[in-house]
């Protein structure tokens, strides 16, 4: 057995613990009635909790490290970037759901902007980490609303849960949208706009 860990206030350790990882899933696939000793499997662990590493990346990056790069360019109009892929872990249930996060904000009146990519790192930081799709949707606000002090934000996540497609409800296709919407982009005409050209196809 792996020593228990100090956690933080945060209720994390210090760094991904591979090791341990790696445990609990040989002890996994003992509870479910597997052998992690057959051939197949063997490497399966060391695999898993390197795959966890990548999945749960976010937990170990903050938005700022991400929206590194801003330009003041005195552009004071809504930017959008939609239909960003989503890949992100229901905390409930430890599988996958994934669809589309469309990132919309109007800049200061200064104009200060960030990269196109950049919006795309934000969502992965917050997707990347055990989560409920309500979180990730105002996490993604919140954080653009601090770090570009935009004078409007919206969000809006559509995603499949694996966890109600593959199991419990099995309702595939099933899709869940969650908004977050800050600032003047609460304005019931510009918020309006910032729709129309989310549900555009
Ligand atoms: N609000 C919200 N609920 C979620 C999300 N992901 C999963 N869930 C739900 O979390 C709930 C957990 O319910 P529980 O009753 O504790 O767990 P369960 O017995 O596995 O529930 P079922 O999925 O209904 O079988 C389920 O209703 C899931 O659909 C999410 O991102 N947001
Ligand atoms: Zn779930």
Redesign the pocket.
């Known amino acids: 057995m792996t020593d228990p860990v100090t956690l933080d206030g945060e209720g994390q350790i210090g760094e991904f613990d591979e090791k341990r990882a790696e445990n609990a899933v040989r002890e996994l696939l003992i509870a479910v009635g597997e052998d992690p000793d057959r051939e197949g499997l063997r490497e399966t662990p060391a695999r898993v909790a390197r795959a966890y590493k990548e999945i749960f990346a976010g937990l170990w990056q903050e938005p700022q490290d991400v929206l590194t790069t801003t330009f003041d360019l005195g552009h004071d109009e809504m930017v959008l970037v939609k239909d960003i892929e989503v890949f992100s872990t229901?905390e409930?249930?430890l599988?996958p759901?994934r669809g589309v996060a469309h990132v919309g904000y109007i800049p200061s009146t200064s104009g200060k902007i960030t990269g196109l990519s950049k919006l795309a790192r934000l969502v992965d930081v917050y997707a990347r980490r055990p989560q409920v799709q309500e979180r990730l949707t105002t996490q993604i606000a919140d954080s653009l609303m601090e770090i570009l002090e935009p004078r409007g934000v919206i969000v809006v996540v559509e995603c499949e849960?694996m966890?109600?497609s593959m199991r419990g409800i099995r309702k595939p296709g099933a899709k869940t949208l969650t908004s977050a919407v800050r600032g003047q982009l609460r304005d019931v005409a510009t918020r309006n706009e910032a729709m129309s050209l989310i549900m555009a196809r």
Do not use: G, N, R, Y
């Open positions: 229901c409930h249930h599988v759901f849960h966890c109600m």
